[in-house]
């Protein structure tokens, strides 16, 4: 269990970061993204606690990306990383 400290840490962190973060629940939805993110993909905060991860990816990495999260869900593997496109609000793809 993190101490408030910690806690503290790990928000001012994930906030000032200068990459794109976001944390989502088990249904893929934001539940909080940073401000870095926000930029990448040119959705407000608000409009991106609206969605969910796999509505902005690429159509062509959809099924991709949920073989991963399907993985972890079953607990095949115990995290992963990937690079993927988004598909920013404007309609603009980026990589992240």
């Known amino acids: ?43 407000s905060c608000a409009e991106l606690r609206s969605l969910d991860f796999l509505s902005i990816t690429h159509p062509d990495y959809r099924e991709w990306h949920a073989k991963f999260i399907n993985q972890l869900m079953e607990r095949q593997v115990p995290a992963f990383v ?10 603009e793809l980026v990589w992240a």
């Not at 928000?11 to 893929?28: K, P």
């Not at 870095?36 to 993909?41: D, G, K, L, M, Y």
């Not at 990937?82 to 309609?91: A, F, I, N, R, T």
């Open 1 to 43: 269990m993190q101490t408030p400290c910690e806690l503290n840490s790990f928000m001012s962190a994930f906030a000032h970061a200068a990459v794109g973060m976001a944390i989502t629940d088990l249904n893929g939805r934001f539940v909080g993204v940073n401000d870095a993110f926000c930029r990448i993909t040119g959705y």
């Open 82 to 91: 990937l690079e993927k496109p988004y598909v920013k609000k404007s309609g």
